[in-house]
């Protein structure tokens, strides 16, 4: 049983089925960086630079706890879209509900959880002590609603598994505005200040889990719930753990090395905090496209493979490469160019413009190199082999990159601007091994 917003992408255009699929994903992931760009500007610009750098530097915080979960939903969808690949739509509903009722379970211990840690790791941050209050209040806030980011992503992950990537955009989209909406009104109106802008945001998280939940409750496709189907497949759920736990302990390690990442930065004050939270909320606009056509390789691999079509995957990937290098690198172009502008659009402190100016035209240019990063472990990822990305990525983003920043801060020069290349050396590592391991190993058969 197939639904018409279901896209099988064993047959017909490579490229389109790419692009097609990559374009409601890179929408609304830029809908959902504006929101959170709109939850910095709002403090930035209403509340205080305190305000804006408490929020703005979290963001290692946050990504610990949704980068693991991200990770075992990615292990659901590659499960999920290789059985549909196959046209095993009963194993897909037994995958379906079994990825459901462990993300139950994970809202509660995850959000128990992060409340629990939030003192200890700002602190581990080394935040400012003006700045650690409004970061403390935020995180509670943000942890607090945590389960609705958690429904939202496995609803999306399963949505886009089948193929149908548009309504996890619909529903990304009415939660980013509405988000803008609160933003405004609970800080600017009611005065909340940082409290404000996290109701608003896991209010507007919870919006969006409640819209896909209910397309999954009422849909005609093959991956439709059912209450009383409501049960727990172990062979599926271990298959799904098999391909997941290796990306959501890349992703959280990564995360939580990052906190470290910050506690460099945060030791030269909150005028260059404020500078490099600027930086992040645009480079994390530039990462939307490369990481908006891998989510579609990771699926258009694990159908491919689930028929059986290897080199069809292989093309993919190679269609994915190109379209995620030709994208990134325009947008590259002007986001150098206007860097003072657009710093000054989430703070105008000149300070502020001067550090985050220095940061994009510095590190910018190196995205090209997290491309071939983000695509090649998308398409290892679809094809089950999660393990690889793992390695190479921990190695790259947590352990290079801690003896580069401990090596310099510590014997060479502890000075910004080699401080803030930390970042790029951990792209050129990863990227370096990840096309070498791709192009000795490729991608294999199907996990199913």
Request: charged fraction near 10%; aromatic fraction near 12%.
């Amino acid at each position: 049983m197939t639904a018409k917003r279901d896209i099988d992408m064993t047959t017909g255009s490579i490229l389109n089925h790419i692009i097609l699929f990559s374009l409601p994903l890179l929408i609304g992931n830029i809908f959902q960086q504006l929101y959170n760009m709109v939850d910095t500007w709002v403090v930035g610009n209403f509340v205080s630079n305190e305000a804006f750098s408490a929020v703005g530097t979290v963001g290692p915080v946050i990504n610990m706890l949704i980068g693991f979960f991200s990770g075992l939903a990615n292990g659901g969808g590659v499960v999920i879209s290789q059985y549909y690949g196959a046209k095993r739509y009963d194993e897909v509903k037994r995958a379906v509900h079994s990825a459901i009722l462990m993300t139950v379970a994970l809202s509660i211990l995850l959000t128990m959880f992060g409340i629990t840690v939030v003192p200890l790791v700002v602190r581990m941050m080394n935040t400012p002590a003006e700045v650690i209050p409004e970061s403390t209040r935020y995180l509670s806030i943000y942890f607090s609603g945590l389960t609705g980011l958690l429904f939202y992503n496995m609803g999306a992950a399963i949505l886009r598994a089948v193929g149908d990537s548009r309504r996890p955009f619909y529903f990304l989209t009415v939660s980013a505005v509405l988000n803008i909406i609160l933003d405004l009104y609970l800080v600017i109106r009611v005065k909340m200040g940082v409290a404000g802008v996290a109701w608003a945001t896991i209010i507007s998280q919870g919006i969006s889990a409640l819209l896909t939940m209910l397309v999954l409750f009422h849909t005609s496709s093959v991956v439709r719930l059912e209450f009383r189907s409501m049960k727990m497949d172990w062979d599926i759920l271990k298959r799904i753990v098999r391909v997941g736990i290796p990306s959501a302990l890349q992703m959280a390690i990564v995360s939580f090395s990052n906190i470290f990442v910050q506690s460099y930065i945060n030791y030269f004050g909150t005028d260059v905090m404020s500078g490099w939270s600027a930086y992040s909320k645009v480079d994390g606009l530039l990462w939307l496209p490369m990481q908006s056509v891998g989510m579609a390789v990771t699926t258009f691999v694990g159908q491919n493979l689930g028929r059986g079509q290897r080199e069809r995957a292989v093309e993919g990937v190679r269609m994915g490469l190109f379209t995620g290098l030709v994208i990134t690198g325009l947008c590259m172009i002007p986001i150098m160019i206007l860097a003072p502008q657009t710093v000054a659009i989430f703070n105008s402190k000149p300070e502020v413009v001067q550090y985050g100016t220095l940061f994009l035209r510095m590190i910018t240019p190196f995205a090209i190199m997290a491309v071939f990063s983000q695509i090649y472990a998308a398409a290892l990822r679809g094809s089950g082999n999660s393990k690889a990305p793992m390695i190479i990525m921990i190695f790259g983003y947590v352990v290079s990159r801690q003896i580069y920043l401990y090596i310099f801060s510590h014997f060479i020069s502890n000075t910004i601007i080699p401080i803030g290349l930390g970042y790029p050396f951990g792209w050129v590592v990863v990227a370096t091994l990840i096309i070498i391991y791709y192009h000795k190993v490729g991608i294999k058969g199907s996990i199913i």
